[in-house]
Nanobody
Framework: QVHLVESGGGLVQAGGSLRLSCAAS????????MGWYRQAPGKQRELVAT?????RINYADSVKGRFTISRDKNMVYLQMNSLKPEDTAVYVC?????????????WGQGTQVTVSS
């Protein structure tokens, strides 16, 4: 099992910055990838950024050049710069473990990010 706890959300004006943190506990030794997803009201959850094996990074086109994901042991961070109102969403931390041929996914509770215009 992996338990994920996010922090760092809040209210910020457009153009501002926030840094989200996610702490993983439990069976962290077998985590393959960690990342951030977001869900805005009335919309489906979407990928924001993922980091696999600590080196392979993937960003949604909408955040490229503005957001930076990083990982340090059991922590994953999302530095968000030049925030826009459309970035407003609940941001959820994700981790997956691969054991033999089975992948297990874990999700945090989420942290609210609100960007005012």
């Amino acid at each position: 099992q992996v338990h994920l706890v996010e922090s760092g959300g809040g209210l910020v004006q457009a153009g501002g910055s926030l840094r989200l943190s996610c702490a993983a506990s439990g069976s962290i030794f077998s985590i393959n990838a960690m990342g951030w997803y977001r869900q805005a009201p009335g919309k489906q959850r979407e990928l924001v950024a993922t980091i696999t094996g600590g080196v392979r990074i993937n960003y949604a086109d909408s955040v490229k050049g503005r957001f930076t994901i990083s990982r340090d042991k059991n922590m994953v961070y999302l530095q968000m710069n030049s925030l826009k109102p459309e970035d407003t969403a609940v941001y959820v931390c994700n981790a997956d473990r691969r054991i033999l041929t089975t992948t297990y996914e874990y999700w945090g509770q989420g942290t609210q990010v609100t960007v005012s215009s």
